[in-house]
């Protein structure tokens, strides 16, 4: 992508969330501390297809109680490129190198595809598919043991004879129940032997210490080849890629990133969506205008909001008649609109509303999904609708 617009050309919802304690492998994980993250997400999962597309960070904030009563704030920030270079500290400059690896790989595709594809399909059937599979480590180190190896059903009836499963259940039935109390009160004082007591070990043991400085040399070891392997490999993937043979041989890639920014609303899908700003009706305002002032304007869509936009587009009229791919291209059609004419996008709303008490209901939807409260809306929020609100002929006594 060239930037965060590029990706609303495409229509993609693209949502991250950095965590300062958590990783990647952090947000899969039942620990304590991404406990929230995960219903965070999960509680938003099915109300991103109303999100208009763009890049998005996930922040949960204002964390209070624990287990079920535990309460928090989703809000999803929209973010630039430049964003994320200011928050990772990096750049995209090493993107090129990566030119010459994708032609590299997609020489070594062809060359199977061409040559040992064909005698790979030859030699291949629907019993070989299943030998293979059948033979697969992970699968064999269990069924070796399963009831189809003899050996193993053999264990499994001596395991039983030994237990006296077999042969000395029906005599243990029988058994009085003055001997049955006895043995079970002599295996019960042979199973809870009292150990001497332990004491504590003294935090100035010589022992203690030698383990701890052992500990200590084993964890930076293995952390010191780990940083060193991680370094090796970078430096060798740079050395080897950023030869000059190499570059030019990865400049015949083609790529669908454009190098000019200032170039992307001249593509087609941008034109498209260009021509039709002054086309539509009820629809198209309400939801250009919840564009505008929610995410536009405000840069940010907590999860509240999130909840009102998605009762109000799929569940309250006229919206709960349209198609799900109806509104997916409703919304992306009014991002770009917004995105590359925000101007004339809030000046042509009086064409698409002509009738006020129309204009008046629009406006309390995106007022409804923007909140009631004061504290809900910030500056820049109130100065959009305003604008929106002079743009549609509206006064605050109408919206009243």
Known sequence: YSDERDVEVCGQRIIYMIHEQVGHLGIFVSSKIANHEHTGIASIMDMIEVLPPGLYELHIDHIEGSGQEKTFTVDLKRR???????????????????????????????????????????????????FLRTMHPLRLQRSIWSSRNPLAVATCHLSKAMTGTTDNQQSEDF??????KKARHSSDSYARVKLPAIESMQQDNLFLQVEKMFMDSVRVTLDFWRDWQGRYTESMFF??????????????????????????HELPKVEEALTKISEGSFNEAVVRMMILCNIVADDNI???QLMRLTEVLTEQEPFSQL???????????????VRFAEDASIESLNTLIETKSER?????????????????????????????????????????
């Open 239 to 264: 050395g080897i890629w950023s030869m000059p043979w190499f570059r030019e041989y990865g400049e015949s890639v083609g790529s669908r990133r454009l190098l000019n920014k200032d170039e992307l």
């Open 80 to 130: 630039t490129f430049k964003d994320l270079n200011q928050a990772l500290g990096d750049d995209r400059t090493d993107e090129e190198l990566f030119k010459a690896v994708h032609r590299y790989s997609m020489t070594q595709t062809q060359a199977y595809e061409h040559n040992l594809r064909p005698l790979v399909k030859a030699m291949s059937n629907e019993t070989s598919a299943q």
């Open 323 to 337: 198609l799900n791919t109806e509104l997916a291209a409703m919304i992306h059609t009014q991002t770009l609109i």
């Open 302 to 304: 907590d999860r509240d």
């Open 175 to 180: 058994v009085p129940a003055k001997k049955a």
């Open 360 to 400: 008046i209901k629009a406006f309390k939807l995106v007022y409804y999904v923007v909140g009631d409260k004061s504290e809900d809306r910030n500056y820049r929020t109130l100065s959009m609708m305003n604008g929106i609100k002079a743009a549609l002929g509206l006064a605050d006594t109408d919206i009243k």
